[in-house]
């Protein structure tokens, strides 16, 4: 099939036109919109930390919304509501860890510095990162 819309797929190009678009159709749009929500993004991977779920389902309507504007859709295997679980925040929900930029984040046990275990919400290598540098290295 020929194709007629966007650049190929791994162009040197894509990646500095989808920055550049998701700046005007996400970070300013969040700015001017959801301005009290704070935001990271990495090329098109975005976290948005909203404080509670009926803000996150919210925002997840109007970012679909705004991105069907823009003709764009979000991936819904990717996209998704956690729960930050840690020792303040005790709920049960489905989701309560998710991966992004080569870390999972997730509750895990941890220590302060009087040495007292407490629950929080942090980082590690994620698998698929460990599983990539054991392939590398067996190459």
């Known amino acids: 099939m020929d194709r007629d819309k966007g650049v190929p797929q ?7 036109l989808a920055n550049l678009f998701l700046h005007y159709a996400f970070g300013m749009w969040m700015s001017r919109y959801h301005p009290h ?14 404080s509670t ?24 295997d990717k996209t998704k509501i956690v729960y930050c679980k840690d020792s303040r925040r005790k709920g049960d929900y489905e ?3 998710f991966d992004f930029l080569g870390y999972t984040f997730r509750p895990r046990k941890a ?5 007292t275990s407490f629950t929080g919400f942090l ?4 698998n698929k990162s ?3 540098i054991r ?3 067996r190459s």
């Open 95 to 97: 989701t309560i860890s």
């Open 53 to 76: 779920q009926a803000q996150a389902e919210a925002l997840k309507v109007s970012v679909q919304q705004r991105f069907a504007q823009c003709r764009l859709m979000l991936n819904e």
């Open 123 to 126: 980082l590690a290598i994620s």
């Open 135 to 137: 392939e590398k290295i």
């Open 10 to 16: 791994g162009s040197v190009i894509g990646p500095v």
């Open 111 to 115: 220590r302060d510095k009087n040495g």
């Open 130 to 132: 460990i599983n990539r």
């Open 37 to 50: 929500i704070p935001f990271e993004r990495y090329a098109d991977d975005t976290i948005c930390h909203c």
